[in-house]
């Protein structure tokens, strides 16, 4: 019997490009406090109305002076007035200086601050002062508008809030901001020879009965990501549960998440009965771990919450943890990054950094591998001796992984591209 020729394998680039191009330009918005804001993703550019100081105002505690007044060290200027910060002061009286403080504004006719440890009360009060320097013009004086000038876009659409912009925003005025909604993701697991931690002891796992890893990690790098999780727990290894999981979960969800299932030629639930509901396109990726990936919708039934011209996105993962772990940063964190609207370069790879392998890698893979791997002391990359895609184990001692090259061997010395995990899970 001859048996039909297989696609060739995807590369990495191509099916990430595939992956995206199913998304909308712009994601769905929603308002929110810019206290509540942390790590969400702008829909807006932000314009500033104002400048930011709205006016020249003193960097230190001292005296605002007008500096042609002080020709030399040991001049005596009457102390005019007292600006507090928080209160506009008087215009500056010829051969006078004002009392300041951090942050008020700079009193008109005065171009200079000399701060308090370059002057002497006279007489022990500070009616005068003896200025012990000569202050250049714009000596600690902050200008109206050095941080922000009215009418700048101060973050553009697509940034992903950090404490530091909660700050700026707030400068700005800003109690709220229009943000990406969190996509709202449904995850499950299917497969009768799964098992929840805590239902059964080890000792009374049965034969071919595993515990549901991939749940756990899956769960944590969708909250990581700023998502909604619905966790729909295990389905029960039948069409029609299948389906009602499905057609539920795609009401409600932007993305349906799952992991195992989708290997070439593998008979489950999953595949036909996301054909069934909407379309399904199972990949075979040139990377290893991770080769089998699947992509497709699952239609959304009108008058159940949703437009009938809606569907639901799904990803499907394999079933190895490695592999699904892998395949999740490397293409749902990209896919997940785009649905809230980040920038194509915030949805590549992180860039890598190039380190030195302490390790030989004389067999070469047809496929671009990911390697498990963690820095030593003496900055080098050490590798995990077991890459096998179900050694979860690797994921936990590694740091990151070493994208290597299809055909590509390693001898200890060489320079290999390096990602950190953190990088990816940032």
């Known amino acids: 019997m001859n048996l039909p ?51 020249d105002n003193s960097s230190m505690d001292g005296y605002a002076v007008c500096s042609a007044d002080i020709t030399a060290p040991g001049v005596v200027l009457p102390v005019s007035q007292r600006i507090p910060a928080g209160h506009a002061g008087s215009p500056l009286q010829p051969g006078t200086c004002a009392r300041i403080f951090t942050g008020a504004p700079m009193p008109p006719g005065a171009d200079a601050v000399v701060m308090q440890e370059d002057t002497r009360a006279v007489g022990g009060d500070i009616h005068a ?56 993701v449904a995850l499950f697991s299917t497969g009768d020879e799964l098992v929840m931690p805590g239902e059964v002891a080890p000792q ?56 195992g299932g989708v290997s070439v030629g593998e008979e489950d639930h999953i595949k036909p009965s996301v054909q069934a509901l909407g379309r399904l396109d199972l990949w075979q990726i040139a990377m290893k771990p991770g080769k089998p990936f699947a992509y497709g919708q699952v239609r959304r039934d009108a008058g159940a919450g949703a437009a009938a ?79 096998s895609s179900g050694v979860l184990t690797s994921a936990v001692w590694g740091d990151g992984l070493v994208d290597n090259p299809s055909g590509t061997t390693i001898a200890r010395g060489d320079t290999v591209s390096f990602i950190a995990f953190a990088d990816l899970l940032a």
């Open 204 to 259: 009374d796992m049965k034969p071919g009965a595993i515990y549901n890893s991939n749940r756990f990690f899956l769960r944590s790098l969708l909250h990581r990501m700023g998502c909604e999780v619905s966790d729909l727990g295990i389905v029960p290894d039948r069409r029609e549960a299948t389906m009602d999981a499905l057609r539920s979960a795609a009401v409600r969800h932007d993305l349906i998440l799952t992991s």
């Open 5 to 55: 020729a297989r696609s060739p394998l995807m590369p990495l680039e191509d099916a990430l490009a595939a992956l995206l191009c199913h998304l909308p330009e712009r994601p769905a918005t929603e308002t929110v406090a810019t206290f509540d804001a942390d790590g969400r993703v702008l829909a807006e550019d932000l314009v500033s109305g104002l400048q930011v100081p709205p006016q």
């Open 129 to 184: 002062v003896h200025i012990d320097v000569v202050p250049p013009p714009g000596q600690w004086v902050r200008r109206s508008g050095e941080d922000v000038m009215q009418g700048a876009v101060v973050l553009q659409r697509g940034h992903r809030l950090d404490p530091a912009s909660l700050g700026l925003a707030a400068s700005l005025g800003r109690a709220e901001l229009q943000v990406a909604a969190r996509p709202r």
């Open 309 to 387: 011209d809606q569907a639901c996105h799904f990803i499907g993962l394999p079933g190895n943890p490695v592999s699904s772990f892998v395949t999740f940063l490397l293409l749902v964190r990209p896919f997940l990054l785009r649905l809230q609207g980040r920038d194509a370069d915030a949805c590549s790879l992180p860039a890598a950094q190039r380190l030195t392998a302490h390790f030989d890698l004389p067999r070469a893979d047809k496929r671009r591998e990911f390697l498990r791997v963690r820095r030593n002391p003496q900055g080098g990359l050490d590798l995990f001796p077991n890459q």
